[in-house]
C-alpha cells in the first residue's frame, strides 16, 4: 500500500480542487454569460476552490472532501437550476468542472479517511 500523504499542502486531490475551482471562479472572463451565470459559477468556483485550500491545510478533515463532493454536484446541475443552458461554453464549463470535482473529492476521500485515521493515533 502507498504512503497516504498525511502533511500539509501535499495531497494532489486538493490541488486539483483548487485548480478546477480557480477556473470555474475565472470562466466568466472568457466566456459568453449573463449575471446570474457569471455570479453562480463565480460564487461556486471560489467556494470549491476555498474547500481545496482547506483540504490542503488540514489533511484529516474528512468532512472537507464531502463538501467537495456537495460542491461538485451544485456546480453540475447549476446549468438547469439557474437556468443558463443557452450559455454553451458557461454550461460546458459547469458540468466538466463539477464532475471533475466530485470525480477528486471521491478519489481523495480513502487518503483524507486514512489521515484522519493516522492523526488519531499520534
Given at each position: 500500500?502507498?504512503e497516504?500523504p498525511?502533511?500539509?499542502w501535499?495531497?494532489?486531490?486538493?490541488w486539483a480542487e483548487?485548480?478546477?475551482?480557480?477556473?470555474a471562479?475565472l470562466?466568466?472572463?472568457w466566456?459568453?454569460?449573463?449575471?446570474?451565470?457569471?455570479?453562480t459559477?463565480?460564487?461556486?468556483?471560489?467556494?470549491i476552490?476555498i474547500d481545496g485550500?482547506?483540504?490542503?491545510?488540514?489533511p484529516g478533515a474528512?468532512?472537507s472532501?464531502?463538501v467537495?463532493?456537495?460542491?461538485g454536484a451544485?456546480l453540475f446541475?447549476?446549468?438547469?437550476?439557474m437556468?443558463?443552458?443557452?450559455?454553451?461554453g458557461?454550461?460546458?464549463t459547469?458540468?466538466?468542472?463539477?464532475a471533475?470535482?466530485i470525480?477528486?473529492?471521491?478519489a481523495a476521500m480513502?487518503q483524507?479517511?486514512a489521515?484522519?485515521?493516522?492523526?488519531g493515533?499520534?
Amino acid at each position: 500500500m502507498s504512503e497516504v500523504p498525511t502533511r500539509a499542502w501535499t495531497r494532489p486531490y486538493d490541488w486539483a480542487e483548487v485548480v478546477i475551482g480557480v477556473v470555474a471562479a475565472l470562466s466568466p472572463l472568457w466566456l459568453n454569460t449573463d449575471k446570474m451565470t457569471m455570479w453562480t459559477m463565480v460564487v461556486l468556483g471560489a467556494l470549491i476552490a476555498i474547500d481545496g485550500l482547506v483540504s490542503l491545510a488540514t489533511p484529516g478533515a474528512v468532512y472537507s472532501e464531502g463538501v467537495q463532493i456537495v460542491l461538485g454536484a451544485l456546480l453540475f446541475i447549476a446549468p438547469w437550476v439557474m437556468s443558463y443552458t443557452q450559455f454553451n461554453g458557461a454550461s460546458w464549463t459547469s458540468w466538466v468542472a463539477g464532475a471533475l470535482t466530485i470525480i477528486a473529492g471521491a478519489a481523495a476521500m480513502p487518503q483524507a479517511s486514512a489521515a484522519h485515521r493516522m492523526a488519531g493515533q499520534h
